[in-house]
């Protein structure tokens, strides 16, 4: 025994080291997929970071040599009166299919490699001494018609042998215009260009792969709540939430921006639908009666808001976005309402959310994935959190707050109510392994039951015979062998099988099971089961309505006083085409048969939903009603042949 429980451990910390190891590969994966090493370099100086540019001035006419100051650490100080800056440097980097990028705003640039052209904004302008172009006010306005007015920025591939060449750029300030800092450039290339997009998008896409997964596997909780006879409003509005930030986050995306999604607005705008489903979700978590107010208010602002993007000011889907002050007062609201059910209601809430530390762990630890997943792009969390969201809230735009607020609570409601469907579906599994049990012993019982109809009839058989040689052994005169021969038949009549309950032999061993430990515990039994030995039902389903039935019937009066009124009644019978059913018991009168009912304790609650898919199946609908003491089930099954009836029947015909 030790060696197996030692053979059980190893096997138990073998498997948590393997999912370990496969989460830390999972994450290690994506933290490196989400940086790459093929960035663009920024040439550009600072008083930290020096390029070795050499700098010169076009300054009273001729050139001059500059030492910037970098006195913001940024700047180098140009002289307002300059015309241009020109920065040169010898090429060290050897990048394959080398690029060159620069920006400028109404500016003129000119770059050059060892002397020769390989850009200008001024082709044609005649040049000093020192190599300056000597712009007219002509090319001054040909630039600002094309391109001088707006912030534009220019790629240029570099001749494949550009490494330790010097690279001169020159910027040019308009006349009239204060010199500024120069221009410098980014050096990069294809794979740079190409690294930078594809891991940007690495994050999104895994956020839309989680989005996906999880909107499908709580639409299939739902749907596997409604096949079992329940439903679930709370898992239905969780994969409607996840659904939709599905959409958003393909939407915001820039494959969606260039893909053919970008061409329906439409969907933008649904899109931004998110918080609606999480609001209701929330507010159905509540246990008092302000949640219905609150889930009005909650569709009532997501309806205006909805209209007033799509066909409001600006019409036609423009800007979009559920980010306005309305969201931030719904929220407030939630929190409100769930500190006060939280304080006045605490037993009522599942345990997960009754643990601060597994909720605490949990809310850490989703909130560090989905800053993980926002921050792509600030560069760190404090830049994501300060430059975003409290930027973004002082400027009166909540939907950074409210997106990290929206994605954390999903996910975190996503793991508990996953939990929560896991642990109905192994108490689901038990209850049902508890039913096979049920018919399997039931079955078995009517087995016997055959066994010992059998005996009984041989006895009956035989009781003619004992009576003839009774007679003859009273005419010999030898009583005291009579008396013991009569004696045998006694013990024999006795080991027999008790009388029937009804003729079908399945009916009448359920029945006997239990109604015969109701008669020994003192409960008055009442019965009335004329069946006929075949029924148009299978045997299993039989065994387990009946069966449930008595059980529950059975224990319920089991948990009341032995001097109570203890009663148990059961009925069946068929009549037109349906086998109707009705099972009648006391209760003790303190319990809430409601609550009951919907009780999951190990081989409870369950059997309510097996017989209704029973009676589902038959055509039938299964009846509950519970008042203070009395508890009853009834239901009626269309047998083969009566279909035609169709329906159900909510009582047992008159007898």
């Avoid at 021969?485 to 399945?506: C, F, H, K």
Wanted: with cysteine; hydrophobic share 45%.
């Amino acid at each position: 025994m030790r060696a197996m429980e030692k053979k059980s451990r190893l096997q138990y910390i073998a498997g948590l080291a393997l999912f370990g190891a496969t989460a830390l590969l999972v994450v290690t994966v994506l933290a490196l997929l989400c940086r790459t090493d093929k960035a663009d370099i920024y040439l550009g100086e600072t008083a930290a970071r020096r390029y070795g540019w050499r700098y010169e001035l076009l300054l009273d006419g001729r050139a001059q040599d500059f030492t910037p100051e970098f006195a913001d650490g940024y700047s180098p100080g140009v002289p307002a009166d300059a015309r241009a800056v020109r920065i040169t440097r010898t090429m060290t980097e050897a990048l394959p299919r080398a690029e060159l990028e620069w920006g400028a705003y109404g500016m003129g640039m000119e770059v050059e490699l060892d002397g020769a052209v390989l850009y200008s904004d001024f082709p044609g302008a005649e040049r000093d001494g020192d190599g300056f172009a000597k712009p007219t006010q002509a090319d001054w306005a040909r630039l600002a018609r094309g391109q001088g007015e707006v912030w534009r920025r220019v790629r240029m591939t570099l001749p494949a042998d550009y490494a330790g060449k010097a690279l001169r750029m020159t910027t040019y300030f308009p006349p009239g215009t204060p010199a500024s800092a120069p221009e410098y450039p980014f050096l990069g290339s294809e794979d740079s260009n190409i690294a930078g997009l594809m891991v940007a998008q690495t994050l999104p896409m895994v956020s839309l792969v989680v989005y996906a997964i999880l909107a499908l596997l709580l639409a299939g909780m739902f749907t596997l709540d409604i096949s079992v006879g329940g439903t679930n409003a709370r898992t239905l509005l969780l994969s409607l939430y996840f659904s939709l930030q599905f959409l958003k986050t393909a939407c915001d995306s820039g494959s969606g921006y260039y893909s053919l999604l970008g061409g329906y607005p439409g969907l933008a705008v649904l899109g931004e639908m998110y918080l609606a489903p999480l609001g209701l979700f929330l507010a159905l978590r509540l246990q008092t009666r302000l949640k219905y107010p609150l889930c009005a208010g909650i569709l009532f602002w997501a309806a205006f808001e909805g209209v007033r993007q799509a066909w409001g000011p600006g019409g036609t889907f423009a800007g979009a976005s559920l980010d306005g002050p309305g969201a931030l007062l719904l929220l407030a609201a939630l929190l409100a309402a769930f500190f006060v059910d939280f304080v006045r209601h605490r037993g009522n809430y599942p345990k997960g959310w009754r643990k601060p530390a597994a909720l605490c762990l949990a809310w850490a630890c989703v909130t560090a994935f989905c800053l993980l997943n926002r921050v792509q792009g600030w560069g760190s969390v404090r830049a994501y959190l300060v430059d975003g969201v409290l930027a973004g809230m002082r400027a009166g735009h909540f939907s950074p707050f409210l997106g990290l607020l929206a994605e954390v609570t999903s996910v975190v409601a996503a793991i508990f109510v996953s939990l929560d469907t896991v642990r109905r579906a192994l108490q689901a599994r038990r209850g049902m392994d508890i039913l096979r049990e049920r018919s399997r012993l039931t079955l078995q019982g009517y087995e016997r039951m055959v066994n010992a109809e059998q005996k009984t009839n041989a006895a009956r058989h035989e009781m003619r015979h004992h009576i003839t040689a009774l007679m003859a052994l009273l005419e010999s005169g030898d009583n005291e062998r009579a008396r013991r021969y009569v004696a045998t038949i006694a013990q024999e009549l006795d080991a027999l099988p008790p009388g029937r309950y009804s003729q079908n032999l399945l009916v009448n061993v359920i029945a006997g099971t239990y109604l015969d430990r109701a008669q020994a515990q003192g409960i008055r039994v009442e019965h009335m089961l004329p069946v006929p030995p075949a029924l148009a039902v299978a045997d299993e389903d039989i065994s387990v309505l009946l069966s449930n039935m008595l059980q529950n019937a059975l224990e319920a009066c089991e948990r009341m006083p032995a001097q109570a009124d203890r009663f148990i009644c059961i009925e069946m019978s068929v009549f037109n085409g349906f086998l109707f059913i009705k099972c009648a018991n006391s209760m003790p009168p303190d319990e809430d048969a409601a609550a009951e009912m919907k009780t999951h304790r190990p081989g409870h609650g369950y059997g309510l939903a097996a017989m209704r898919r029973i009676a589902k199946k038959y055509g039938g609908v299964l009846t509950v009603e519970a008042t203070p003491g009395a508890f009853s089930v009834k239901t009626a099954l269309c047998l083969e042949g009566g279909a035609a009836q169709g329906g159900s029947v909510s009582a047992l015909p008159e007898q």
